[in-house]
């Protein structure tokens, strides 16, 4: 079993970045698929990206594509998200989330672990 804790969430002005960090424990990360997704107020949870166990295949939503790079360190047990570009629609909780398979997947009932989400708020 793993356990997961993201950080970096906050703040942001319209065009800016933030880099979001998923920690793990408990297990080795590298035998999880990772992704990240999101929720904003009043909407359902939505796919963001995700990346293989060992990095090789990553996965965007359209949304998101060209300005968020998903990236792992497996020696760290760490996960991140770096978000370029911000804009006002990317305010939501963001959450990260393993799932014990080799290939990420866009659907969340397929992944297994859950954080507990760090918020992202992007002013216009």
């Known amino acids: 079993q793993v356990q997961l804790v993201e950080s970096g969430g906050g703040l942001v002005q319209a065009g800016g970045s933030l880099r979001l960090s998923c920690a793990a424990s408990g297990s080795p990360l590298s035998t999880y698929s990772m992704g990240w997704f999101r929720q904003a107020p009043g909407k359902e949870r939505e796919f963001v990206s995700a990346?293989?166990?060992?990095?090789?295949?990553?996965y965007y939503a359209d949304s998101v594509e060209g300005r968020f790079t998903i990236s792992r360190d497996n020696a760290k047990n760490k996960v991140y998200l770096q978000m370029d570009s911000l804009k006002p629609e990317d305010t939501a909780v963001y959450y990260c989330?393993?799932?014990?398979?080799?290939?990420?997947?866009?659907?969340?009932?397929?992944?297994?672990?859950w954080g507990q989400g760090t918020p992202v708020t992007v002013s216009s």
């Open positions: 989330a393993a799932r014990t398979y080799y290939q990420g997947s866009y659907y969340s009932y397929e992944y297994d672990y």
């Open positions: 990346i293989s166990w060992r990095g090789a295949t990553t």
